[in-house]
C-alpha cells in the first residue's frame, strides 16, 4: 500500500503533484480567455452563497487553519473582501458579534475535527436566530465531502485530495490552499476587482505548479535527507516568513514538531527582534522562506540578524538570488514564481525536512505519539 515508500507521509509528499493536477482539472475553465464573460472556475456554489459578501471568517484546526490564514491573505489580495481567519475552539466560546454578510468557511480534511463542527454549528444556529436578513452562509473546503461536515453545510469545495493516512497533513494542505486560490480567483471574477489579464497570468502560473512541485521533489530530497544529519541533537528551530509566507512558516514549524517532537515556533520575521531573537545561539538552526516580492528584502535582513546571534541560517528561496545565497549557509531552492503563487512550493522543502528529521531519529512518522488523525473530542 505504501507503494514502496518507507511511511505514508512520504507516499503523500509524493503525491502533491498529481493532486494539485487534479484540483486543477476539476475546477479551472479551459475554454476561458481573459476576454470571456464567464468566470476561469468552476466551484459549482450557488450564486446567493457568493453574492454581496462584505466578509469572510474562517474557523478551522491545525494546519487546516494555516491554509485559512493564507486563504485570508488571498481573499483580501484579490477580491478585496475583508477575512478573519479564527481557531475553531476560540470561536466557539467567544464568538465576534454578528453584523455583516458574511462568508463563514469551514477547512477541515477529515471532516471530522469536533472544535470546527462546533464552531460550524454555533454560526448556523446564531445567524438563523439573531438576525433574520443575514442568513447564515456556510461553505466547507475538505476533501472528505461524505464526512459530517458534508452533512452539516450545504456547500462545499471538494479538493479531490484523496485520503490521507499520515497523522501529518501533507497533501491536503496544499489542496486546501488551492481551493482558496480558486474561490479568491472566482469572486475577484465576480467583483472584478482584478485586471483580466492578471487573472489570467494567475491562472497561467498555476497549471505550472505541478510540475514546479514535481521539480522540487526530484531536486531536494536527496540534499535535505543528508542535511537533516546534521540535527541529530538538535532541541529547538525557528522558522521565519513574511506575508503570504508567514504562515507557511508556521506549517514548517508544526510539521517538525509534530513528528519529530523537536521544539519549533514558526515567526513573522520582523517580530524576532520584539522577544524571540533572545533564543538564538549557534544551536538553534532558523529556516527563512525568503521568496522575491514585496517582503523580500525586509526577510532577509532579518535573517542577516539572526545570523549576527550565530544561528545556522537555511534558507528557502529561489537558486537565481544571488544575494539571498550569500545569506543562508544551506539551501531549499525553490523555482522563482510570483510571490502570490509561492506558498504551495514554500512548503514542500519544509515538509521533507521534517519527514527526514523525524525519520532519521527513528520515529513512527505516521503515528506520532499522542496525536491522532481525526480530532473527534473537544
Ligand atoms: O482534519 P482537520 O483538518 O480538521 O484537522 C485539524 C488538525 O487536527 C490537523 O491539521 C493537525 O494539526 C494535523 N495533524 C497537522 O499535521
Known sequence: EKQ???HYMLKEIYEQPG???TCLEYYLRDDWRPDADFSPIKLNLSPALLADLEQVQILACGTSWHAGLVGKYLLEDLAQIPTSVQYASEFRYAPP??????????????????DTLAALELELHRRANLRSELQPRLLGITNRPESSLGHLVSEIIDTHAGIEIGVAATKTFVAQL???????????WQRQTLDHSRLGAIIDQ????????EQILESQERYI???SHDFADTQDFIFLGRGINFPIALEGALKLKEISYIHAEG???GEMKHGPIALLDAKVPVVTIAMPGIVFEKVLSNAQEARARDARLIGVTPMEEQEARDTFDALLPVPEVDELLSPILTV???QLLAYHIAARRGLDVDQPRNLAKSVTVE
Open 178 to 188: 488551492l481551493a482558496f486560490y480558486l474561490l479568491a480567483l472566482d469572486l475577484a
Open 97 to 114: 458579534p454578528v453584523t455583516r454578510q458574511t462568508l463563514t468557511i469551514g477547512v477541515t480534511q477529515s471532516g471530522e475535527t469536533a
Open 267 to 269: 515567526y513573522p520575521a
Open 225 to 227: 535527507e543528508t542535511l
Open 206 to 213: 498555476l497549471r505550472q505548479l505541478p510540475a514546479q512541485v
Open 4 to 6: 514502496g515508500f518507507k
Open 348 to 350: 514542500i522543502p519544509l
Open 19 to 21: 493532486v494539485v493536477r
